[in-house]
């Protein structure tokens, strides 16, 4: 099975590998995504594209901080290699993807804009354009929206990880186990360094003394000023200590921490992080699996290798097949 398969009919598996092989975009993986929003054998329409690009894109790429063209360019392409071949007008969806200023606006206001707000504008926008749309009004009992994201896209992409099934039983062991467990520990020892808010460095960065407080804390003090052999590497930038950057990165990416004003600081879930060990936990594998992108992040720009795009859009799949299969 390629590894773009999953997710994807086999009409669609066909245009995408074709779309790749003729374009030479054999290492891209923003068509497949995509095609797996879509539904099997549907021709994407206007409101396909509008909720792709201003709804689940943001959700899904949530790590990025800032919106990329090459996305809206390459559902583009996709777009006008599919429209011949399946025998329909592409204008209003290309249109769509040449819009960089609602895109951008969307993207943005994700990171500004209750989730619940934010879809119900989408909702808006595709209702005076006439279009249907598979989000749901706001949900006056769940005013946080947390039963949203999972019900916006058609598709059946791994975009959410399901929780607990409901019903099941907390017993004492599986609090234990979770208390217990490295990652609850990392982000417990970063949110104690943080205490109520500490200043960055200008480039977004923990200063050094807070960053060697944190390498120490989580077992990787000796990266600090490393020695090897008879010769010192002394320490410029705690970013240099690559596990203590991930664990500033997953914890901001979990929502338990995030930048205000030149400083990072905890938001009310990381104000009330272990108190509830299950669900953190739960909520730190849901981020690792679906929103740090391990691997992408792993290499400077420069340096990555041509498989890092294609592992991290596997990961989520095939853990998600995991899931699904118990």
């Known amino acids: 099975m390629d590894f773009w398969r999953w997710g994807l ?8 590998r074709e779309f790749r092989e003729t374009t030479g975009r054999a290492h891209s993986v923003h068509s497949s ?12 329409g206007e409101h396909h594209v509008i909720e792709f690009l201003w709804a689940y894109a943001p959700l899904y790429y949530r790590s990025h901080p800032e919106p990329f063209d090459e996305l809206r360019e390459e559902v583009a392409a996709l777009i006008s290699f599919m429209a011949p071949r399946q ?17 951008q606006h ?8 209750p989730l619940p707000l934010w879809l119900e504008e989408l909702r808006s926008m595709l ?16 005013p946080y929206g947390h039963s949203l994201p999972a019900n916006i896209q058609p598709g059946n992409h791994p975009l959410f990880l399901a929780g607990l099934a409901p019903g099941t039983e907390l017993t004492p062991a599986m609090q234990e186990a979770a208390a217990d467990s490295p990652s609850l520990g990392f982000i ?3 949110i104690t360094v943080v205490g109520s808010g500490t200043k960055l460095t200008a480039k977004g960065h923990l200063n050094l003394a807070d960053g060697r407080a944190l390498a120490e ?6 990266l600090f000023d490393e020695r090897i052999g008879d010769r010192v590497f002394k320490t410029k930038s705690s970013s240099e200590i690559e596990p203590g950057d991930l664990v500033i990165r997953w914890a901001r990416a979990a929502g338990f921490l995030r930048t205000e004003h030149g400083k990072l600081v905890p938001t009310k879930k990381g104000r009330q992080f272990g108190e509830r060990v299950i669900h953190d936990w739960w909520t730190l594998f849901r981020t690792a699996v679906l929103k740090l992108d391990w691997i992408r992040h792993r290499y400077p720009k420069d340096r990555k290798p041509f498989w890092a795009e294609l592992v991290s859009e596997w990961v989520p799949a095939y853990l998600r097949i995991a899931v699904d299969a118990g």
């Open 9 to 16: 009919s086999d009409a669609h598996i066909e245009m995408l």
């Open 33 to 44: 995504t995509f095609l797996e929003f879509l539904d099997p054998e549907t021709i994407p």
């Open 87 to 103: 025998k329909w007008q592409p204008e209003e969806c290309l249109a769509i993807c040449a819009d960089s200023e609602t895109f």
């Open 106 to 113: 969307r993207w943005r206001g994700l990171y500004r804009d």
């Open 127 to 142: 209702e005076l354009r006439g279009l249907p749309s598979t989000i749901p009004p706001v949900n006056p009992d769940d």
């Open 188 to 190: 417990t020892s970063l």
């Open 217 to 222: 804390s989580i077992g990787c003090g000796h």
